[in-house]
C-alpha cells in the first residue's frame, strides 16, 4: 500500500517533529518554533503544512495534495489534548492562528489570519473562558476584518475610498461619542460584529464562514495563494528568490496579550540592533495583540519598563533570550506574547543589524568564545563596513527630516556616507564658495572631468544622470566622496540656477542632505557624525586604545589579512588618496590614472597647448611645462606608498576631453598659443569624436604621439631616482592601457624602457620596475598569450572589458540597464558586479592564456569591481595576485577577499 507522504509537522508540549534545519520544507518560521520547542522554550502548540504542499496546490491548479485533510485532523487534535480545548467547541474552544513562513524570511509580503474558529456560539465559550465579554467581541471583530481582507478579498480597489469595516468602526464611535476603539464595550463590539457580517453579505453575496473547519481551510488556501500576490512576486524579484519555492503555513494555537493589564506582546533582541551592545533590547505593549505593535497605533514602551510591571516575566524572558542566542550562536530578533502572567514565544530569528553592529557583535562574540574567528568573517556583508567609514547622518535629525515629507527623491547609492550643504551647480562654484568657509553640495545633471576640483571640494555630488561606473560615482568613491547618482526624479536648470522634484524648487544656495549609502535625497541640513574609524586612523585622536568600534574594525581587519590569498590594492592618484589607503593597509596602487593629474591647477592649459600644437615640436614645448609638475605628483606617490608597488598608467582618456568648450577658454588658449581664434576652433572640430570611447584614446595616443609616453616615462624615473637619493625604495609598474595586440604594448614599452636606461643613467642609480599592460578589450584576451610576450603583469580594466564585451556604452547605459535587470535579463549590472559568464569567461582565457607563457605572471584588477565583494569572490576563483579598489573600499575588499578565501 503506497504510504501517504507527510506533509503535516507538529511541535508542542515540549516536543517538534521538525527543526532549525528545516527551513526548506517548513519555511524559516516554521522551523524556528519547531526548533524553540525543542530546546524546552514556551511555545504555543501548533503545526506546519510544509512548503512542498504549497508546491503542489500551484501545480494542481489549487488542489490539496491527498492526505493533507486527514493529517490535519489529527495534529489539530494532538493540538487540543494538550491544551484541553476543542477547535469549534462552544464551552471551551480553541483558537488559532494561520501564518505564512517561507523558506527567506519575507517580511509582510504575504498574508496572516489571527483569532481563527470564532462564531456566535464559540464567542460565548470565549467568554465563559476568560470571563471578559469586551475582550471575545474584540477579538471577533479582529477576526471578521482580517478574515474578510485576507480570505474573501474584500479590499477597496479605489485607493482613494475609505475601508468599510473603520467606516462602521468610526461610525460607531461618533454615536457612543468616544475617540477610541478602546473605549467601546462589548456591547457596543457585539453590535459592529453583527454590522461587519451584514456588510460582507452586501459585499460578497454569500455568508461570513460561521464553521470552524471551513475558516481554517479558507485560510490556509490565501496563505498559500498570497505567495503569488503582487508584493509577494515583486519581493522575490528583487531579492531573487526563486518562485518555485512556495511557502509553509503554520497554524498555532492563539495566546492572547490583551486579555487585561497583566498581558502583553512585544518584540525583543537579544543585543542592540544599531550598536550592537550587548543589552536586552525591544519594546512591548501591555493589553494589545501583535499587529497593534507593528501598525504603530499605540506607542510601544522600551522593554526595561517591563521590569517594573512583570518583573517575573521579564526576567524569564531575559533567561530565554539568552539561552536562544546561545543555541543559535547569532543575534536574535523574537516575538513573545504574555497572557496572564504567563509568556510565549512566538517567533525567532537572526535579527537584522548595521554596519556597526554586525562588527561588534561578530567580535564581541569571538571573545565570549561563541563563535570562532571564521565564523565572524564570514558573518559580515563587507559593504556593511561602509558604514564604519562614513559620515553619517544623525539618525534621529533624518527621520525627523523624512516625516516632515523632506525627503525629495532617492538615486543610486553611489558613494556612501552623509553630506550636507548648500546647493551649487558649478564646478568653479563649488570651489569659490567652499574658500568662503561654506559647505556644498554639488549637483549636476551629470559630471564630466572638468568638474574635478569642484567635486573634490563639495561635501557631496548628487546627479540626476549616470550610474554606478558614471565619472561622479567612481571618482567620488575614489576621493571618498558622498555621492548619489543617476536621481530621476531631479530636473535641474543651470540657467536659473535651480532644482525641481515635482514641485519642490531649491534654489543656489538651499541646504540639501544626499545620503550615499542609500541614495536618499532630502531636503534641508541634516546632521552629520564623523567616522570614529577614520578619526583614529588619520588624525591618531582619539587614541586607538579609547575607541571600542576602531579596536573592533582593527581585530576584523587582522583576522581577514591572516586568511585571504588576494592581495588587495588601491586606485589612487594622489598622495592624499594613497596615505588614507596605505592607513586602511592597501598593499600598493594598482590604479594612477594620469589624466585626473592634469586636470590640477593651471595644467589643463599646458595639455590643451600639447593637444592642439600643430607639430611634434610645439608638442614637446608643452610637454616640458607639464613635466616637473607630473614628476612632483609621481614623487608624492611613490612617496606615500615607499617600498610598495604603485601601478601607473600612461594617459588614457579621449582627447577631446581636455578641449576648451566655450568662447571665452578658446579664446584665451589662442591667445596664449598666438594663434587665431578660428585656427583654434577647427582644431578643436576636427578633434571631435562621435564614439569616444572607442576612439583616439589609451595606447592609441601614445602610439601617436609617442613624446607624450617619453614625458610620462621621465617623470616617473627622475621621480624614482630622486627618491632612491633620500633613502626610498619606490617601485613604479608602468602600464599601457586599452591595448589590442602585442605590437602596441612591444611599441609603448620600448619607449618605456628606453627613457628608464637613460634616466637611471643620467641619475647613476637604479630603480626596480615593471611594465605591463591593462587588459581590457576582448582582443586582448584573446591574444593574451602574445601580449604576455611583452607584459611583466596585467591588470583587468573591466569598465571597459564590459563595455567591449557586452557592446554596452558604460556612460549611456544607465537609460536601459536598470530595466534590464528589472525585467531579469541580466542578473546585476555589469559595471557592478563582474558579468561571470561573459567578461569572466574573457578574464579566464586572458590568465590561462598569459599564463601559458609567462607561469609566474602578475595578474590584477582595477576596474571598479575590484570593490564589489561579488566580484571579489569571482577573482579570488580565477586565480588573480590582487585586486584593486577605491582607498575607501579596501578594508571591504580585504573582508571579501578573505570570505572568499573561506568558501572556496
Ligand atoms: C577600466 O577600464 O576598467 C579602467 C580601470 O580604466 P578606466 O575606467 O579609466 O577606463
Ligand atoms: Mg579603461
Redesign the pocket.
Known sequence: MPTTKKLVYFFGGGRAEGNARMRELLGGKGAGLHELTRIGVPVPPGFTITTQACVYYYAHRRQYPKGLDSQLTTNLQRIEKILGRRFGDRDNPLLVSVRSGARESMPGMMDTVLNLGLNDSTVEGLIRRTRNARFAYDCYRRFIQMYADVVLGLKSTDKAADDPFERILEKKKKNRGVRFDTELDAEDLKEIVTAFKAMIRDYCRKDFPDDPHDQLWGAIGAVFGSWNNDRAIAYRELYKIPHSWGTAVSVQAMVFGNLGENCATGVAFTRNPSTGEKDFYGEFLVNAQGEDVVAGIRTPRPIMELKTIMPKSHAQLQKICNAIEKHYKEMQDIEFTIENDKLWLLQTRSGKRTGFAAVRIAVDMVEERIISKRDALLRIEPDQLNQLLRPIFDQNDKERAKKEGRLLGEGLAAGPGAATGRVVFHADDAVTWKNRGERVVLCRIETSPDDIRGMDAAQGILTARGGM?SHAA?VARQMGKVCVAGCESLHIDYAARTLHVDHTELKEGDWISIDGSTGEVIKGEIKTLPAEVLQVLLAHSPDPQGSRVYQQFAKLMKWADEVRKLGVRT?ADQPDQAQIARAFGSEGIG?C?T?HMFFQGERIQAVREMILADDEAGRRRALAKLLPMQKQDFKGILKAMDGLPVTI?TL??PLHEFLPKNEQDICELADVMGVPVATLQDKVNVLHEFNPMLGH??CRLGISYPEITEMQAQAIFEAACELRREGKNPFPEIMI??VGSRQELHEQRNIVDRVAQETMKSYGIKVRYLVGT?I?LPRACIVADEIAREAAFF?????????TCLGLS?DDAGKFLPSYVLQGLLPADPFVSIDEDGVGALMRIAIAKGRKTHKRLEMG?????GGDPKSVNFCHQIGLDYVSCSPYRVPIAKLAAAQAALQH
Open positions: 561606473t567612481l586606485n590604479l590614472r589624466e598608467r588614457d582618456p584614446r589609451g592601457p586599452l591593462m581590457e591588470s583587468f580594466g573591466t569598465n571597459d572589458l564590459t563595455q558604460r584588477i582595477c576596474g571598479e569591481h
